[in-house]
T-cell receptor, first 108, second 113 residues
């Protein structure tokens, strides 16, 4: 079946380092993706989106890369801060498929 | 502030009871959604509504029911037919159904007594 998954369940980084969270998808027809951040006990918060006519999109301290050839996208967070600690997951919006998430832990 | 409000934040259900989770949005969004989140799993779609007075089953609709009588409200009823209702329930909305960002409420955690 179709899926959207992440390579690592947990990612630990030092404060100030860059973080990279990866996501793979299976549906080659997928053309719209979103990264969400979810803090404990709260709903997901929109971070950034990307459509398939783009390879890269940048926001404030975040960059999403889309590689349609290998059906992979990544979220890069620059200068990671303690407030970035949360679960991050990608979602494919053609069929509303959500990944399980990667927990990002930022250590001082 | 515009947003999505889910209530209550915590809800307990006795065996054999139906319970209703509230979701209200003041974003003037046409589309609304209900998801279920279980530990270690991605969100799973229960029901969605593209417009008032219309709704469609998602991937795991069995044991759940919804209504969409008003644009701003999309309540979810967890019926006694849902045998494993303990989960975190999330409501979302978007301007329309097709490829627009979904904005989420802060969820309702349902537990069984």
């Amino acid at each position: 079946g179709e899926s959207v998954g992440l390579h690592l369940p947990t990612l630990s980084v030092q404060e100030g380092d860059n973080s990279i969270i990866n996501c793979a998808y299976s549906n080659s027809a997928s053309d719209y993706f979103i990264w969400y951040k979810q803090e404990s006990g709260k709903g997901p918060q929109f971070i950034i989106d990307i459509r398939s006519n783009m390879d890269k999109r940048q926001g404030q301290r975040v960059t999403v890369l889309l590689n349609k050839t290998v059906k992979h996208l990544s979220l890069q967070i620059a200068a990671t801060q303690p407030g970035d600690s949360a679960v991050y997951f990608c979602a494919e919006f053609n069929k509303l498929i959500f990944g399980a998430g990667t927990r990002l832990a930022v250590h001082p | 502030d515009g947003g999505i409000t889910q209530s209550p934040k915590y809800l307990f259900r006795k065996e054999g009871q139906n319970v209703t989770l509230s979701c209200e949005q003041n974003l003037n969004h046409d589309a609304m959604y209900w998801y279920r989140q279980d530990p270690g799993q991605g969100l799973r779609l229960i029901y969605y509504s593209q417009i008032v007075n219309d709704f469609q089953k998602g991937d795991i609709a069995e044991g759940y029911s919804v209504s969409r009588e008003k644009k701003e409200s999309f309540p979810l009823t967890v019926t006694s037919a849902q045998k494993n209702p303990t989960a975190f329930y999330l409501c979302a909305s978007s301007t329309d159904y097709s490829n627009q960002p979904q904005h989420f409420g802060d969820g309702t955690r349902l537990s069984i007594l």
